[in-house]
Structure formats: C-alpha cells, structure tokens
Nanobody
Framework: QVQLVESGGGLVQPGGSLRLSCAAS????????MSWYRQAPGNQREFLAR???????NYADSVKGRFTISRDNAKNTVYLQMNSLKFEDTAVYYC????????????WGQGTQVTVSS
C-alpha cells in the first residue's frame, strides 16, 4: 500500500523559508527516486526537484539555488527546503514516486498548500 503524505506547508512572507516533508510507506523507499512537483491554480503540474536512490539531485531552473531536496532513508522521508520564497511559489506541493508494480506507476501524495503573501 504505497502512501505519500506531505506536510509543512503554510503561509509565509516573501523572502521567507519553509521545509516540506513527505513521509513514505508501503515500498522500499531507499530503492526509488523521489520528486517534488507543484501546481498553481490554472497551471500545469510543474516538476521542481528529484533525488535518486544514490543521492544525486536535479532541479528545475525556476527553483535552482533556492530549493534543496534531501532524503532520510532511515525515516522514509523526503524533504524540500524552500528559501527566498516568491509570490509565484504559491501552489500546492506534491511528493511523487515512480513506482514499479507490474509496470511503472506514478504515485502522488495529497499535496500541501504553500502560500507566499505579504
């Protein structure tokens, strides 16, 4: 039973920081790459960051230098540290795993709302 549960969102002022968490269960967490995406109203779901099983990361240009993805395999948790937040970062943030079960399947958490406002 693959489950992804995001937390840590909320209201933050421009220039502020938040750390999002995604608690994973139901699969061998350490074997899979984990990703963060976001979706703002009226927009497509946007890739933000990925960390593979070996710890290699990659980022979208829109967040490179501001956001950091990390993972703690002992806690089955992936994090997204968000710094220097901007109004345009306002969105629902989703955790993702591309999971294998009789084929590759995308699993998503329920999302956590991040609102950047003065």
């Amino acid at each position: 039973q693959v489950q992804l549960v995001e937390s840590g969102g909320g209201l933050v002022q421009p220039g502020g920081s938040l750390r999002l968490s995604c608690a994973a269960s139901g699969f061998t967490f350490s074997a899979y790459a984990m990703s963060w995406y976001r979706q703002a109203p009226g927009n497509q779901r946007e890739f933000l960051a990925r960390i593979n099983s070996g710890g290699t990361t990659n980022y979208a240009d829109s967040v490179k230098g501001r956001f950091t993805i990390s993972r703690d395999n002992a806690k089955n948790t992936v994090y997204l540290q968000m710094n220097s937040l901007k109004f345009e970062d306002t969105a629902v943030y989703y955790c993702n795993v591309y999971y294998y079960k009789s084929g590759w399947i995308d699993y998503w958490g329920q999302g956590t709302q991040v609102t950047v406002s003065s």
